[in-house]
């Protein structure tokens, strides 16, 4: 997944947010912008992270974002919005399989680092 959206979202100005969907297997069937925001902020309403997924019944998602400032660590806001999702996809039946951070050079996976969920 970092393979693909490193080169979509490591050299953007904005901060970004994507929703990869994904099938029963984790196979990608879409990338779909979710939000685009200022230099360091994008507001995420939790519901728009599970429409392309509900819309095309998915079975999972994984969600993605930059950091403009190149410096993927998490923020106490990337963790606290992770875990509402990683809530709200337990409730929809849609597994969020991970968050990732993408940096200039670099990414970070929140479930990886155990932050969130």
Known sequence: AAQILMPILAHREQEYLMVMVLDTRNRMLDIVEIYHGSLNASMVRVGEVFKPALQRNAASILVSHNHPSTDPTPSPEDVTVTRAIVQ?????????VDHIICGLSRWISLKEKGLGF
């Open 88 to 96: 709200a996809g337990k409730l929809m039946d849609v597994d969020v």
